[in-house]
């Protein structure tokens, strides 16, 4: 399972709204590059999490995603943790 994050999860991580929607945008091509081509629309606006660590150079703080994205995602991050 992919965990996806969105704009409005950056900018609760901290991120100013027009740096957060770059990195959006800027990780829609990073997709698309990669061959996954359904990023290449306007409407959608949630990317993997991987996508916007590879843009950043960092990895995401998973205390911090768990906040930025909610309880119902808890589980997912939880799971990516144990398979690293």
């Given at each position: 399972m992919v965990i996806t994050i969105t704009?409005?999860?950056l900018i609760t991580l901290g991120y100013g709204p027009s740096f957060s929607r770059d990195i959006i945008r800027?990780?829609?091509c990073l997709m698309v590059q990669k061959g996954y081509s359904f990023y290449n629309?306007?409407?959608l606006d949630r990317v993997?999490?991987?996508?916007i660590e590879?843009?950043?150079?960092?990895t995401?703080?998973?205390e911090d995603?768990?906040?930025s994205?909610?309880?119902s995602v808890a589980a997912l991050i939880k799971e990516r943790n144990s398979n690293d």
């Open positions: 704009q409005k999860n800027q990780a829609k629309t306007k409407k993997p999490v991987e996508a590879e843009i950043l150079g960092i995401l703080n998973q995603l768990l906040k994205c909610g309880s």
